[in-house]
């Protein structure tokens, strides 16, 4: 098989970085470029060349992605941050290779939290309810104050008094009703075809925004099944997506995110059959029949580790190309 040409987007993060090694683990002969906003971060070590890009909403980004899947002759992009993935939709004409993004209209709606909330009550999927900081009336027994655009769990204010909503701008932050229980998300695929090929839910508990310990949920696959089937009807998702919710004591789901991406726990799913990095290469790359994923019950935990340059300065390392092991 010749060798086949893959850009991954924001390699400094878990969500990038998780993708790698599902890439590499794949075995396919693949020569993986890697793209991030930092000079070097842990990522760089498995990918064969990277590029240090603008941010995403920076003018100069869709200028530079270009220049580097020119360079490279990439042959797919998958872009691993959700606002990677809106401005790599919105300018999707422009690209000579495929892109896993979902429609812009898609991406622009679960890139704003707000508009997400407004979606899901327009067509009547469950979703928690949220309000804008102006509108806010001590409604909520609980609350949390998340931006509109947030990358990952940064900026979060958890039941914040009235006087701190008050201070916060609509165009930035939102209130949603914050509900007490179990934490799961629910990843799912949804084809070209726009049939949702499977889901697996992992019930989870994070540390700083990402999931520290999870294990295989199955009991709520029934109806969760349903809220998925309304997502994919009512938007143009395509590719991996995930939608996070908190299951209460007296056991109703109450989503409050969606992520038309693939998401943090790529890496660890993928050990438990749901395999959407691969699906994503087979679809939009190999052009490979999908099988439907055989989900095995288990559990995950992560833990820290170090990838140690010998006898190498920092500005010397750019890719894994340069001397290196894991401990």
Known sequence: ??????????????????????????????????TGVEDFSGG??????????????????ISQILDVVKKEKIELIIP??????????KNRHLFSCPIAVSEERTCEIYLDKYLTYLHHQKHQIPFAKCVLPSDYKNEFKKCLAKPRKGRGSRGLIFNPEL????????????IQELFEGEEITTAFYVTKTKNI???????????????NNCFVEKKHDDRLLPMLLKITEHSDIYGAANLQSIVSKDGTIHPFEVNCRISGTNSIRSNFGFMDVKYTLQ???LNE???????????????????????????????NSSDFFIF
Request: charge should be neutral; glycine fraction near 8%.
């Open 1 to 34: 098989m010749e060798k086949r040409t893959v850009l991954v987007t924001g390699i400094g993060g878990n969500v990038g970085q998780g993708i790698l090694r599902n890439i590499i683990s794949l075995n396919i002969n693949i020569k993986i470029i890697g």
């Open 44 to 61: 760089n070590h498995l990918c064969d060349k990277y590029y240090k890009l603008a941010y995403s909403y920076d003018e100069k980004y």
């Open 80 to 89: 691993s941050t959700d606002f990677e993935t809106y401005y790599l939709a």
């Open 163 to 174: 006087s701190v909503i008050n201070k916060l701008k609509d165009e930035e932050y939102l």
């Open 197 to 211: 090929l499977g889901q697996i839910t992992l019930n989870r508990t994070l540390i700083a925004g990402t999931t």
């Open 283 to 285: 679809e939009y790359l």
């Open 289 to 319: 029949p999908l099988q439907p994923p055989v989900i095995i019950e288990g559990t995950a935990t992560r833990i820290l580790m170090d990838v140690i340059y010998p006898k190498q300065n920092i500005n010397s390392i750019s890719n």
